[in-house]
């Protein structure tokens, strides 16, 4: 590996103050990336960060959105992360749970958001005209299917960061 140039340390300190600032502590997925490309660890929180206070969805169904791309990508850490997160954001336990194992909330809305997720992932976003009109039923317009897809791609990158590396979950997602 390259010895890190002085601007490549200087962003990884910026990139760990921003997760301290956002999270209260520098979780071990951060610290992976960060250590070994911080524009990838900045991109990542950022990117998350915009959707998290800009998006159409709640902060309980970005969660929901988040825990059914983890779990489609049977990602250990993030499915422990956002059951935390998700509980914290509103979801009750029985609903992580339920979507961690692969099924769907009892909630109309949740139900909805999980099912267009993972028919988003399955397809890879070749949504036909019927899948459309079904989630426009359900109230899942572009705005929010959109959202989704972004939220795809930002979890797949935690995801597989995860995968790659093994990330060891950190004590407080440990529940």
């Given at each position: 590996m390259a010895t890190p140039t002085a601007t490549q340390t200087d962003?990884?300190?910026q990139v760990h103050e921003?997760?301290?600032q956002a999270l209260g502590f520098?979780?071990?997925?951060?610290?992976e990336i960060t250590d070994e490309n911080p524009a990838v660890a900045d991109a990542y929180l950022t990117s998350q960060g915009?959707?998290?206070e800009g998006g159409v969805l709640s902060a309980a169904e970005q969660q929901a959105v988040i825990l059914a791309v983890s779990s489609y990508n049977d990602c250990h850490?993030?499915?422990?992360?956002?059951a935390v997160a998700g509980q914290q954001a509103g979801l009750d336990a029985e609903t992580v749970e339920t979507i961690n194992e692969g099924g769907l909330?009892?909630?109309d809305r949740l139900k909805s958001l999980v099912r267009a997720t993972r028919r988003?992932?399955?397809k890879r976003g070749w949504l036909s005209d019927v899948d459309e009109a079904?989630?426009?039923d359900l109230g899942l317009e572009r705005p929010e299917l959109y959202e989704i897809v972004a939220l795809a791609g930002i979890k797949t990158i935690s995801n597989y960061v995860n995968h790659i590396a093994d990330t060891e979950i950190d004590e407080p997602f440990q529940t």
């Open positions: 962003h990884a300190q921003k997760a301290e520098v979780p071990n997925l951060i610290t915009i959707v998290e850490y993030c499915t422990k992360a956002h909330p009892s909630d988003i992932l399955g079904e989630f426009a």
